[in-house]
């Protein structure tokens, strides 16, 4: 797996494996045509070549506090 762009405003992007994404879908009662888009071309998901229908989790820190930790969810599409 190749290296994500290194930036501070680039946030963390990691590629659910196929049992994390079956346990995110689960835990949640959502379905992949509920979550928001990631383009297959964003300079994160190109680095990590994630593949259609992977599911994308987002770290970033809060811009309130700085400290705390937002986690969002994404899907490239097909």
Same mark, same amino acid.
């Given at each position: 797996?190749?290296?994500?762009? @290194?930036?501070?405003?680039?946030?963390?992007?990691?590629?659910?494996?196929?049992?994390?994404?079956?346990?995110?879908? @689960?835990? %949640?009662?959502?379905?992949?045509?509920?979550?928001? !888009?990631?383009?297959?071309?964003? =300079? =994160?998901?190109? =680095?990590? !070549? =994630? @593949?259609?229908?992977?599911?994308?989790k987002? %770290?970033?820190?809060?811009?309130?506090?700085?400290?705390?930790?937002?986690? &969002? &969810?994404?899907?490239?599409? @097909?």
């Amino acid at each position: 797996m190749s290296k994500q762009p @290194e930036h501070n405003l680039v946030p963390k992007h990691e590629v659910l494996s196929e049992e994390e994404s079956k346990k995110f879908f @689960e835990s %949640t009662g959502l379905s992949p045509d509920q979550l928001p !888009k990631i383009n297959s071309n964003d =300079a =994160a998901i190109k =680095a990590q !070549k =994630a @593949e259609a229908g992977r599911v994308v989790k987002i %770290t970033r820190k809060s811009d309130v506090d700085g400290k705390s930790e937002l986690v &969002y &969810y994404r899907v490239v599409p @097909e």
